[in-house]
């Protein structure tokens, strides 16, 4: 980052490490890391930058609930702050319903059911996992 933006992109990424929680760890290499810390590493990375286009597969999981939600909280916060869009590949309904947005069923490698926004806004999980559920049987 450093190289292809400064001081700048310096501050991002310790700013991200700190959001995080790992900014203690900067100076580890990622082989001494544990495997927690090495996906919020991965979430900071991708953060860091700005871009208008995040894509991120699987970025929770083996993540503790409290850890995880906090994420989860970071990551929304984000997105709507710097206005980016997000492709979020998951198999946690909890994620895709806090993330929000639209929402993608994949069978086969094609779309087979899916949730706009407006259906999302006041869907409660179980009512995404009866969703699913009913997507996934017909």
């Known amino acids: 980052l450093q190289a292809a933006h400064g001081r700048n ?4 990424a310790i700013a991200m490490l700190a959001e995080t929680g790992i900014d203690a ?7 001494q890391l544990s495997g927690g810390q090495r ?9 860091a ?22 994420l989860l909280a970071l990551l929304r ?8 869009a997000l492709l979020h ?13 639209r929402v993608l069923l994949l ?3 094609r779309i087979g059911a899916e949730l706009q926004p407006a259906d999302l806004a006041d869907m409660t999980l179980e009512t995404l996992e ?8 017909a």
């Open 25 to 31: 760890l900067a100076r580890r290499r990622p082989h």
């Open 130 to 137: 009866r969703w699913y559920l009913d997507a996934v049987t």
């Open 49 to 70: 930058p700005g871009h208008r286009l995040l894509l991120l597969d699987e970025p929770f999981n083996n993540l503790d609930p409290a850890l995880k939600a906090r």
């Open 107 to 109: 069978r086969a490698g």
């Open 89 to 101: 590949v998951t198999h946690q309904l909890d994620e895709a319903l806090a993330l929000g947005g």
């Open 39 to 47: 996906q919020r590493l991965a979430l900071a990375r991708a953060l």
């Open 77 to 84: 916060e984000r997105l709507r702050r710097d206005a980016t």
């Open 9 to 12: 992109a310096t501050e991002r």
